[in-house]
């Protein structure tokens, strides 16, 4: 295996042709207060945010901050710092079910910046939510949590697992339309066009299949 890519991804995802932000993860962790997992982050380091299947966005946290100097979004943002954009970026949605219950741990439901709250980094096009569930303890590791708050799913593995199966059609979520049919494509975020009626939409570039 590549000793510059130790996960797999390229093989699993196809090789980038787009380089990522120079946001550094120094700056990315300080302002979420936490270290994320290595899975995430050597993804990032080598991918722009992702679509699968023309249905799931995976988002590269250290791509979000670009959507600030886009000219027509900054009343979006207005003086933001980069917590506050991660937090938006993260889904004030989650809030919305604080003090509910899902079946994986007991407890309540936390989202980011709370203490151990879930982050979001994906969303579908049903608006399914994806997260990174922060480890109850330093010897076990993150997971990957879905909802669409009707249903939690939980894929009890590393990120990096996560999407090669995801990729491979191996993944079994209830959330997601059954991909193992066809080859799942692969997509990386080329640019945003801001909309004269307000907000944007991403064009995406094929980097597989």
């Known amino acids: 295996m590549d000793t510059g890519d130790p996960y797999g991804f390229a093989v699993a995802l196809g090789e980038p042709s787009l380089p990522v932000s120079d946001v550094g993860w120094d700056e990315i962790e300080g302002a979420?207060?936490?270290r994320l997992p290595a899975g995430y982050k050597a993804w990032a380091d080598r991918y722009r945010s992702l679509r699968f299947a023309e249905y799931l966005e995976i988002t590269n946290l250290r791509c979000v901050l670009e959507l600030?100097?886009?000219e027509g979004l900054s009343a979006w943002f207005g003086d933001s710092t980069v917590s506050q954009t991660l937090a938006y970026q993260s889904g004030e949605r989650l809030h919305a079910v604080k003090g509910g219950y899902f079946p994986y741990r007991a407890g309540e439901i936390r989202a980011y910046p709370e203490d151990g709250g879930l982050l979001q980094v994906g969303l579908g096009d049903n608006n399914e939510i994806f997260c990174l569930l922060p480890p109850p303890s330093p010897a076990e590791g993150w997971r990957v949590l879905a909802t669409d708050f009707r249903v939690w799913w939980l894929y009890d593995?590393?990120?990096e697992d996560f999407l090669i199966a995801l990729v491979n059609?191996?993944?079994d979520c209830s959330l997601l339309p059954d991909f193992s049919a066809e080859p799942v494509t692969v997509e990386e975020r080329e640019s945003y066009t801001v909309l004269s009626t307000?907000?944007?939409f991403t064009n995406w570039r094929p980097i597989l299949p």
């Open 68 to 70: 600030e100097s886009l």
């Open 198 to 200: 307000g907000g944007y």
């Open 32 to 34: 979420l207060g936490m």
């Open 157 to 159: 593995g590393p990120f």
């Open 169 to 171: 059609g191996h993944l």
